[in-house]
């Protein structure tokens, strides 16, 4: 069964940058999109940004302009690139796959704090 592993999650000051990054593994399907997710306290899940296998991207529009999402197909990861930090970006960040048949895999999250 695939598994998902996020990691990059971590403090950082507003204005500052990380790096998320979700390795796929135990990979026996092909995975087709694969996007960002992102869990405030008290609020939903919402979609911070996706890229299909083919690289075509989709963003959230709190982000534009300061996230940048990618993937490596050989080695089945994908990564988040977050510019411009800012306090509201505090966050549970979640890494989705999409699998075949309409099936997903998510990841276990990994934390993103922005002090301010």
């Known amino acids: 069964q695939v598994q998902l592993v996020e990691s990059g999650g971590d403090l950082v000051q507003a204005g500052g940058s990380l790096r998320l990054s979700c390795a796929a593994s135990r990979i026996s399907v092909s995975i087709n999109a694969m996007g960002w997710y992102r869990q405030a306290p008290g609020k939903q899940r919402e979609l911070v940004a996706a890229?299909?296998?083919?690289?075509?991207?989709n963003y959230a529009d709190s982000v534009k302009g300061r996230f940048t999402i990618s993937r490596d197909n050989a080695k089945n990861t994908i990564y988040l690139q977050m510019n411009s930090l800012k306090p509201e970006d505090t966050a549970v960040y979640y890494c989705k796959a999409d699998l075949p048949l309409g099936l997903e895999k998510w990841g276990q999250g990994t934390q993103v704090t922005v002090s301010s």
């Open positions: 890229i299909t296998r083919s690289g075509s991207t």
